[in-house]
């Protein structure tokens, strides 16, 4: 998908793919934070979309979906050593985001531009044209002219879909309707199509960017993870345990992972944040989405289906080892860090016969606050700890590339060094 | 193996001393293992050791009983290890059992499915098909391999060693030419950048299934008009099913449906069969003929007598180290 330019950059935009045998819902989170007037989005569709099928989301349920498959940390208190542990979830960071756009308004003298506009609708707070075209020239052009402002770059990147016959769903928001909402953002769009494409256009987004854009992506299909075709998709890192202050900036300690992980892989792969099937979780950072929401997201299969989370009763939403009842939907969460140079083409997608969950969790153990002298047993455990804390530290410089010194300080230990070099001790 | 092919090894040996080791097979096992190895260790493949264990043996234990059944004088391990390797590296899966049982139909489809002599299908071509169309919680990841330059050019150099020393690498050669071509035509027709074409060719999985796979001597036309037909037959295919009909793992498709037509390419251009070098392992059923079997008449053969500069000027010729099971019929040597 891509958006057009603006003040604010695009850092991370959010979007849900609903996949089932060719059939594709996709609803596009925008954060947009500037002037209304100026937002514009651009996204290459394989299909000219009827009215029926677009339909404006709700933002709650995308925020509780991200909320679900967050990274999380996961605490343990220690166990009297003269003496049982209980795991308390608390919800990681929602990936920052912030997206940008613009635009403007609409005349159209489309015909000697080689532009065609399929159909035009509002829908919701948005004024869509389903737009085909001959070439790009003339695309950015009539977009240009039309008050949308696109970036100079745009030409190149619209011609490959021109070619492969896309349509180009563009949507700008209608002042009047959007303050009817009342509200102070901008909800989704979502839209429904078949085809057998499976993948995501990325190219438009990167052609506006000042550097590279993280983007994640949450897939909701019938039977498996879904991973990426056409570059490498990565698990990111999961069940270390960490030191204790994590708990204080657990965001800006994900965004360090993450960022490391990126680095690590030359920004070639897609990372796997969250795989669960969705009628249970295990610890749950939030409830599961009920039949309602996913409804709402475009999850489309379930009604036919003699399945827990189909018609009557609710999710699950306690610990739970595991629920014998079809899988009905699996949810992965993609997060990807992009750039031209590195993801020339854009993302494709397959459904994978992987029903095994996955999430991304740090742990935590919060020491036993007794006296050394209460037992044998006692004493000992204070003497590991020690030794757990240092791991813990070293854990943490491994996960964000943190210097070790400060890791030790905010620790409130003394200096944890590195291991030492294998040579050190071998002529002394 | 007839006795004259017999002589003929045996003979070769002691002229040739230096020609070791004698079955580019072994090469094959150890780069294919590595890539394993790196796969499994670096790219955190989503691989159980017991999922390759179990692959192993299984494919050992089919090929035993089936090498038994065909009253064969030799087991040819070789070849089940070349095709558990190439199973473990493709196929993905959620169970432990999934993996042997394909293993198992990939080396019983050497018995099961046979043209003019000879197997049909890529034994782990077969094997990652049947276990994708007829298994559930299964799946191949394209992907996995990424696009790192490094690594593949590592496969590709590591690839044209050994397919230039198991046969000529011209079903290598043409099928990434053959594929590379439409490629870039459609980078080029849609106005994509030459990055697309970059990303896409550099790709692991298309490096090796075009040294590893495709290229595998026994599943190939025994003449290179064969050979070059069946190598652009495969590339069309995997091309139009990837790039028109979205189909994953459209590499594997194409070759295996692809493969039937390998006795239609050697009905219009017959030559002679191509045989791995070590003794008594044939799985094919007693077609192989050595007429008359003089070493003498063997232009191949005759080659391996010329001082080691012209071998390797065969090898960078593409000539590679192929030889005629038949050194009458035409063709049986690699083009020049």
Not at chain 1, 382 to 399: H, I, K, P, Q, S
Not at chain 2, 142 to 153: I, N, R, S, T, V
Not at chain 2, 203 to 212: E, M, R, T, W
């Amino acid at each position: 998908m891509g958006k057009a330019n603006g003040t604010l950059h695009n850092r991370t935009s959010k979007v849900v793919l609903v996949h089932h045998e060719d059939k594709t819902v996709i609803s596009i989170m925008s954060d947009y934070q500037g002037d209304l007037a100026q937002f514009a989005m651009v996204v290459p569709v394989p299909v000219v979309l009827q009215r029926g099928q677009i339909h404006i989301g709700d933002a709650a349920v995308i925020r509780h979906l991200e909320d679900y498959s967050a990274p999380r940390l996961v605490e343990y208190d220690d166990p009297n050593p003269c003496q049982m542990y209980y795991p308390r979830a608390m919800t990681g960071p929602a990936a920052g985001a912030l997206t940008a756009q613009n635009a403007a308004k609409a005349t159209d003298s489309a015909r000697a531009l080689g532009v065609k506009i399929e159909a035009q609708y509002t829908v919701g707070e948005y004024d869509i044209v389903i737009l085909s075209a001959l070439q790009s020239d003339g695309l950015q052009t009539w977009l240009t002219e039309n008050g949308y402002r696109i970036p100079p770059g745009a030409g190149a990147a619209l011609a490959p879909y021109i070619r492969d016959g896309m349509k180009f769903f563009v949507a700008r928001v209608n002042l009047k309707e959007q303050a009817k909402t009342g509200l102070d953002y901008l909800r989704p769009i979502q839209f429904a199509f078949e085809s057998p494409k499976f993948m995501l256009p990325i190219r438009l987004g990167m052609v506006n960017a000042a550097g590279p854009q993280d983007l994640v992506i949450y897939l909701l299909t019938e039977n498996g993870r879904v991973e990426t075709t056409d570059y490498r998709t990565i698990e990111m890192p999961t069940g270390t345990d960490v030191p204790q202050f994590v708990r204080d900036d657990f965001a800006k300690t994900y965004q360090a992972i993450f960022d490391r992980q990126v680095k690590l892989n030359q920004m070639r792969g897609v990372f796997t944040e969250y795989v669960w099937n969705m009628n249970w979780c295990d610890p749950c950072a939030a409830p599961p989405l009920s039949h309602d929401e996913l409804r709402e997201l475009g999850v489309f299969w379930l009604d036919n289906r003699n399945s827990p989370i189909s018609g009557g009763p609710q999710p699950m939403y306690r610990r739970q080892m595991f629920i014998a009842a079809p899988a009905g939907v699996i949810l992965t969460r993609l997060h990807v860090r992009y750039s031209a140079a590195t993801f020339p083409e854009d993302l494709s997608f397959q459904e994978t016969g992987d029903s095994n969950n996955f999430q991304v969790r740090y742990v935590l153990h919060r020491p036993w606050e007794g006296s050394p002298q209460l037992c044998p047993a006692a004493a000992s455990y204070f003497r590991e700890l020690d030794g757990r804390r240092a791991t813990e530290a070293r854990n943490l410089a491994d996960l964000t590339g943190w210097e070790l010194a400060d890791i030790s300080r905010r620790m409130g230990i003394s200096s944890v060094t590195p291991p030492s070099p294998w040579w050190q001790n071998l002529w002394h | 193996m007839t006795p004259g092919a017999a002589r003929s090894t045996s003979y070769r040996r002691k002229l040739w001393p230096l020609q070791v080791p004698g079955d580019p097979r072994l090469a094959q096992l150890v780069v294919l293992g590595t890539i394993l190895a790196l796969g499994a260790g670096l790219y955190d493949f989503a691989l159980d050791p017991r999922q390759i264990l179990l692959t192993f043996a299984s494919a050992l234990i089919v090929q035993a009983a089936t090498d038994r059944l065909a009253g064969r004088e030799h087991i040819n391990y070789k070849s089940a290890l070349i095709t558990a390797l190439g199973i473990a590296l493709l196929l993905r899966a959620d169970t432990l059992w999934a993996h042997p049982l394909a293993a198992a139909a990939a080396i019983a489809s050497k018995s099961l499915f046979r043209a003019r002599g000879k197997h049909l299908f890529n034994p782990s071509c077969f094997g990652v098909i049947f276990a994708l169309v007829a298994l559930p919680g299964v799946w191949a990841s394209p992907g996995q391999w990424g696009d790192g330059p490094l690594l593949a050019g590592w496969i590709a150099v590591a690839g044209t060693i050994i397919v230039s020393r198991a046969s000529c690498s011209d079903t290598s050669v043409g099928f990434v030419l053959c594929y590379g071509g439409a490629t870039l035509a459609r980078v080029l027709w849609l106005g994509q950048r030459l990055a697309v074409l970059i990303h896409r060719m550099a790709s692991g999985s298309l490096l090796l299934f075009a040294f590893f796979m495709i290229s595998d001597p026994r599943t190939s036309p025994d003449d290179w008009r064969g050979r070059l037909a069946h190598c652009a037959t495969v590339a069309a295919l995997a091309f139009v099913l990837g790039s028109h009909f979205y189909v994953t793992n459209s590499l594997v498709w194409a070759l295996f449906i692809a493969a039937p037509a390998v006795a239609v390419w050697d009905a219009i251009f017959p030559a002679p069969r191509f045989q791995w070098e070590a003794k008594g392992e044939s799985d094919d059923l007693g077609i192989e003929t050595y007429p008359d079997g003089g070493a003498g008449d063997d232009p191949a053969w005759r080659a391996r007598l010329a001082p080691p500069g012209a071998r390797v000027l065969r090898i960078l010729r593409g000539q590679g180290e192929r030889h005629a099971a038949q050194p009458h019929v035409e063709g049986g040597a690699c083009p020049s």
